[in-house]
């Protein structure tokens, strides 16, 4: 399973990204997908994580009001919309993928069956 995260950048503070999650020739229906990032010589942290339904979403409070989390199966995809950027929010983010659990367990613990590489955010202050 390849999983492609894309969107990262460099802003100012203040400003936004969109990620995107793909996952060419595999389908993300079944799987609840997940946001992780990991800042230098910081431990991974949770970001945002979504259902396989989409119906139950969980988010990091550092993030909470800011971040949004979504899913379009049509396009086999998940979006995180990032607004508000502040220059903790630096890290490489990537996506990963859990079948089972639960969308709060998949952050609490850092639990995914798949991760891609990450991209790179930057924030500037």
């Known amino acids: 399973v390849q999983l492609q995260a894309s969107g990262g950048g460099y802003v100012q503070a203040g400003g936004s990204l969109r990620l995107s999650c793909a996952a060419p020739?595999?389908?993300?229906?079944?799987?609840?997908v997940a946001w992780f990032r990991q800042a230098p010589g910081k431990e991974h942290e949770g970001v945002s994580s979504?259902?396989?339904?989409?119906?139950?979403?969980e988010y990091a409070d550092s993030v909470k009001g800011r971040f949004t989390i979504s899913r379009d199966d049509a396009k086999n995809k998940v979006y995180m919309q990032m607004d508000s950027l502040k220059p903790e929010d630096t890290a490489v983010y990537y996506c990963?993928?859990?079948?089972?659990?639960?969308?709060?367990?998949?952050?609490?613990?850092?639990?995914?069956?798949?991760r891609g590489k990450g991209t790179q955010v930057t924030v500037s202050s």
């Open positions: 979504i259902s396989s339904s989409g119906l139950t979403r």
């Open positions: 020739g595999f389908s993300l229906d079944y799987y609840a």
């Open positions: 990963a993928i859990l079948w089972g659990g639960t969308v709060r367990a998949m952050l609490r613990d850092i639990q995914y069956d798949y």
